[in-house]
Each structure stands twice: as C-alpha cells, then as structure tokens.
C-alpha cells in the first residue's frame, strides 16, 4: 500500500509561469489536504478536498491559487503567474473517507522554487 | 486565524531529560488531537494522538496530555534522545485538520 505519492519532489520555476504540484492520496482515502511551509515557518493549511468537493478553503490565497480534487486522479494544487513569495514546501496529506478519528498521512512534499 | 497555537518555536533539553511540548487551540469543536513529527526535507510523520474523551495517551516514551477545559495539550517525551531532534507540530481536527507553527526540539547528548 503506496504511502501519499507528491510530485515532483522539486519545482522550479520563473517568475510569470504556473506551477502544478500533484498528490495522489493514499488508496481508499477520499480526503486530501494541501499545507504550505514557508521557509522558517510552520505549516499553514491551504484547502481541504474531497472528491470533486472543496471542503475549505480558508487558507487558500484569494488569487493565483487553485486546487482540485477530480473523481480520477491525482489532486493537483496549481499556482498561476509564480512570484518568489510563492517559494515554499508544499505539502498534501491524505485520510479516509471514516475520519472517525484518524490520522492524515504525508506526503514528502514539493518544494518550489521561484527564481 | 490561528485555531492551533505552539507558542515555543524551539526547545532545547538534555538526553535522558524530558521534553514537553505545549499546544494551545481556540475551537471547542475539535474532537482529535495529533502530534506530527517531522524532520529536514521529509513530510510530517503521525507520532501520537489523542480523542477528547480521553485525558492522557501513553506510547513507549511518549505521552500525550488533554486537558479540555483549559483547551491545551501537552507531549511529554521521557526520556528524550538525540534522535528525537525534531520539529513537532501539534494538529486538531473536527471536520478538518489545522496544525500549529511547529516547536523544534533539539535533544542535546
């Protein structure tokens, strides 16, 4: 059983173009979470999905920042006209669809890089 | 909106010492309560949890505190070990899950 799968590991991208960072959650889990970790900062939550739902997305900037959650395939977190504030490690977490008191599970996350 | 709050960015604390890691949160909503382990360029990995019927989880050298009244959680690990170097995120959760800034331990031999 294949743990939360992220890619790609490392993004890097030039100011202006868009990033797509993709999570496939762990199998059999319907609920994904997106969180950011800005360099010497904690993790911030993003958005909370479940399939082909946004659930939360109080943590989403206004503008530039999108996220889905399609009824097939991976998650895709997509970040629109990059800007060097957007360089972060982003990281997607995935539970069960019986949260009932359970764990989210990690991925190793993507780092972005915005030169 | 900080629903989770760890108001120690970093503790420092002698092997075989016991390290304790404070955690405050805002909702009363919040059902289940986790500590998150993580280290340099790897995602968070699950340490320990708690549900909030219950006021105390023990796992080998780690135990998990909630006291629901003062909404605050506590890890104690003891005794603690180089290895247990760290940055500890405390989560809670009810329909989503929010995590505090992180506390990073540092174990020193």
């Known amino acids: 059983n294949a743990g939360v799968m992220q890619n790609p590991r490392h993004l890097v991208r030039r100011r202006g173009q868009e990033a797509r960072l993709r999570c496939s959650p762990m199998k059999g889990h319907s609920h994904v979470y997106w969180y950011r970790q800005l360099p010497e900062e904690g993790l911030k939550f993003m958005v909370y999905l479940q399939k082909e739902n946004i659930i939360d997305e109080s943590g989403m900037p206004k503008e530039r920042f999108s996220a889905e959650f399609p009824k097939e395939g991976p998650s895709i977190l997509r970040i629109q006209q990059v800007v060097r504030g957007d360089s972060a490690a982003y990281f997607c977490a995935s539970s069960p669809p019986d949260r009932g008191g359970t764990e989210a599970f990690f991925g190793q996350g993507t780092r972005l890089t915005v030169v | 909106d900080q629903q989770v709050k760890q108001n120690s960015p970093s503790l420092s604390v002698q092997e075989g010492r016991i390290s304790i890691l404070n955690c405050d949160y805002t909702n009363s909503m919040f059902d289940y309560f986790l500590w998150y382990k993580k280290y340099p360029a790897e995602g968070p990995t699950f340490l320990i949890s708690i549900s909030s019927i219950k006021d105390k989880n023990e796992d080998g050298r780690f135990t998990v505190f909630l006291n629901k009244s003062a909404k605050h959680l506590s890890l104690h690990i003891v005794p603690s070990q180089p290895g247990d170097s760290a940055v500890y995120f405390c989560?809670?959760?009810?329909?989503?899950?929010?995590f505090g800034a992180g506390t990073r331990l540092t174990v020193k031999p």
């Open positions: 989560a809670a959760s009810y329909n989503d899950m929010r």
